[in-house]
């Protein structure tokens, strides 16, 4: 086995992205909890849900990792905000930035996918602070809403699934020039 996807998933989006890449290219997917070592892997795609500012598992599964020579690294995050959004790309990679030692992030190749959310599945926790998060955001005027923030505040209570098999597209794209 020479080429790994892992992926960090809490409520499911990244985990049906993961699951469809692997169909698609027959990469194996394992989540960041049974990650095997990266050491003798060519190619490393990490999928990551994005919560609260954080890519679930990267830190925990790429943490003190540098790449060797011949590997390669795909990032891909999922989360609710529109990765289209240029404002939302610089928070996904701010994001990044305090996960990943700066090198390590340099050599990747990074990608940003939609994914969805339904309230009801969330934990009490995260419903809480998601609670928390949209009073606090509603209050703030219209001209200081980030469109990350706007978007939570129109699908807040609701089930939303943005999810869209097309945006492998590219990936696959990637990982199959990365082959030859």
Avoid at 146 to 163: M, P
Wanted: proline share 4%; hydrophobic share 35%.
């Amino acid at each position: 086995m020479e080429r790994i996807i892992i992926y960090g998933s809490q409520y499911g989006s990244t985990r049906r992205y993961a699951e469809k890449l692997s169909a698609q290219t027959g990469i194996p997917a394992v989540s960041y909890k049974q990650a095997p070592n990266l050491s003798p892997m060519k190619t490393i795609i990490y999928m990551g849900g994005l919560y609260a500012g954080g890519v679930l598992g990267l830190a925990k599964t790429l943490r003190n990792y540098s790449l060797q020579d011949g590997q390669k690294l795909f990032l891909v995050t999922v989360g609710l905000a529109d990765p289209k959004d240029s404002e939302n790309q610089g928070n996904i990679y701010a994001s990044l930035q305090r996960q990943l030692p700066p090198e390590l992030l340099a050599q990747a190749k990074i990608f940003h996918l939609r994914g969805g959310i339904h309230y009801q599945k969330l934990s009490f926790g995260h419903r809480t602070m998601m609670k928390l998060l949209y009073q606090s955001l509603r209050k703030a005027p219209l001209e200081k809403q980030t469109a990350e923030n706007r978007a939570l505040i129109e699908t807040y209570g609701k089930q939303v699934d943005f999810t869209d098999f097309g945006a492998l597209e590219p990936i696959i794209g990637e990982i199959q020039s990365e082959m030859l």
